[in-house]
């Protein structure tokens, strides 16, 4: 048990700490963790609390993209470059905060919209990122299947206190404050982009 909480401590730590601190729970973590943070943030900074059942699907198709490739390579049935994968985890917020130019209007409508498959497809990456840090703290001779199932649910609490913070942080802007939801889309969205393209060009090197 003390062993399971303390896989699932370091889940939520690895996910919902921006930088960390210097305790050891943390340092086991592999942190910073800020990209995949960014990343939620451009995934959900389009949404509002009313839009909470679009982000529940939008947050499901995540955890299950990263909970299969998290899986799969900690139980090593497959195989990456780590070097590709931290280069590309960036990519995916740059797409993913690009594609926020092309919401005007809010209104979705659309049952299964792109963004769901992009939040998927995106999460097979993610998984890959979060597998790379719980595998080096992994022995081999060690049953891995509790230490995955704590660790992946402490990323899934994680995840979820990120996307209630950002949807608190809108509603104060949008509907509090008044800012322009589209501009405050732009803004954010723009800041995400610059701090993931630095992130992707400092590791372009290592590839």
Known sequence: MNDFRLYLEMGFQHIA??????????ELAAIPTSDHILFIIALTIRYQ????KKILILVTAFTIGHSIT????????????????EFLIPVTILITSFSN??????????????IYFMALFFGLIHGLGFS???????????????????????LEFGQIL?????????????????????????FVSAAVFALALNMALDRIHSL
Do not use: C, H, M
């Open 101 to 114: 130019l092309f919401v005007k209007k809010f209104v979705f409508k659309t049952k299964f919209p792109p």
């Open 132 to 154: 790379s840090y719980l595998k080096s703290i992994l022995g081999k001779d060690q049953n891995i299947l509790s230490p995955l199932l704590a660790f992946n649910i402490g």
């Open 49 to 52: 609390l009313s839009d909470w």
């Open 70 to 85: 998290l899986a799969l390579s900690v139980l090593n049935v497959v195989t990456y470059s780590v070097n590709w994968i």
């Open 17 to 26: 700490n921006w930088r960390g601190n210097a305790s050891i729970l943390q």
């Open 162 to 186: 990120i996307v209630l913070i950002i949807l608190i942080l809108s509603f104060i802007f949008v509907r509090l404050i008044k800012i322009n939801r589209r501009e405050y889309l732009l």
